[in-house]
């Protein structure tokens, strides 16, 4: 059972750069998000989806993009790179039940330079 | 609007010892989760305990407790009987439990357990 599972996991991009950052989930998971983490900080929420077809804005989403074509899939496209997206990403997954915490991924660690 | 507070932003805990990880929270929703996260050094993110809004008594997993206080709007972390690989970075967190079960994370509080 693998979870999920983010690739790349390291990159460097030069400004102006755009990428696609994977993530797909196994355990038929209805909510995904993408966060972002800058150096010694907290998570904060790019976007999220709760189920396919159907996403929308948390609290960091400029700059960024997503879709939701899967269940398992949900990238998160990053346009014209600036050196302020420098951070770790992380994709994670939940079921709807309430009590459930997150499944995270191992992250992407990402330089804009 | 959601806010999740933790002021300790390293702690150092003797080996064996208990140690409290403190996190306030405010909300004016009536149900929300409280959860705690660990990320060690690998920088993984590794959830450890939930305790949901209506929840009666405190959580417990292991030697992780949540010590859920709803007046006071607090949910500090209680790890007893600390070990080596407890150093790691925690993180609280606080659920949106309206829709699409969004989670804020506070800043973090980092752990250091002595030998």
């Known amino acids: 059972n693998a979870g999920v599972t983010q690739t790349p996991k390291f990159r460097i991009l030069k400004i102006g750069q755009s990428m696609t950052l994977q993530c797909t989930q196994d355990?038929?998971?209805?909510?995904m998000y993408w966060y972002r983490q800058d150096p010694g900080m907290g998570l904060k929420l790019i976007y999220y989806?709760?189920?396919?077809?159907?996403?929308d804005k948390g609290e960091v989403p400029n700059g960024y993009n997503v879709s939701r074509s899967t269940t398992e899939d949900f990238p998160l496209r990053l346009e014209l790179a600036a050196p302020s997206q420098t951070s770790v990403y992380f994709c994670?997954?939940?079921?709807?039940?309430?009590?459930?915490?997150?499944?995270f991924g191992s992250g992407t660690r990402l330089t804009v330079v | 609007a959601q806010k999740i507070t933790q002021t300790q932003p390293g702690m150092f805990v003797q080996e064996k010892e208990a140690v409290t990880l403190d996190c306030t929270y405010d909300t004016s929703d009536p149900s929300y989760g409280l959860f705690w996260y660990k990320q060690p050094s690998s920088g993984e993110m590794i959830f450890l305990i939930y305790q949901g809004s209506y929840d009666q008594q405190n959580a417990t997993e292991g030697r992780y407790s949540l010590n859920f206080q709803k007046a006071r709007k607090s949910a500090n972390l209680v790890i007893s009987a600390s070990q080596l690989g407890d150093s790691a970075m925690y993180f609280c967190?606080?659920?949106?439990?309206?829709?699409?079960?969004?989670?804020?994370f506070g800043a973090g509080t980092r752990l250091f357990v002595k030998a």
């Open positions: 994670a997954s939940s079921y709807s039940a309430a009590n459930y915490g997150y499944t």
């Open positions: 355990m038929n998971h209805n909510y």
């Open positions: 967190a606080m659920r949106d439990d309206t829709g699409g079960f969004k989670t804020i």
């Open positions: 989806s709760v189920g396919a077809g159907i996403t």
